[in-house]
């Protein structure tokens, strides 16, 4: 008798140290990236070992190379509470 046959197709997962070659973001924006729903999911093997899907990692990966990332401003630091930045005519005054 022949097993029946199944359309199973296995998929590489990868583990922390391996995402980490891969995508050099701390593990703490991967995981708020993940809630946000901007990265692919984690899902466990064990209750001891976290993997991701290769395929997925890889799409994402392509998908940021294929669109750029709107950059954040840098902060206006004449607005900050604590250490001001002077204005260039309050230095000298001061000096």
């Keep these: 008798m022949k097993p029946a046959s199944t359309n199973l197709t296995l998929r590489r997962t990868i583990r922390r140290h391996e995402l980490r070659g891969m995508v050099p973001l701390a593990d703490s924006t991967i995981y708020e ?30 998908s940021r190379r294929a669109s750029p990332v709107i950059r954040a401003k840098h902060p206006d630091v004449r607005q900050r509470k604590t250490r001001p930045v002077k204005a260039p005519d309050q230095a000298r005054a001061a000096s």
């Design 33 to 62: 990236m993940e809630q946000r729903g901007e990265f692919p999911r984690r899902f466990a093997l064990s209750p001891r070992c976290i993997v991701w899907d290769l395929a997925e990692v890889q799409a994402w990966l392509e």
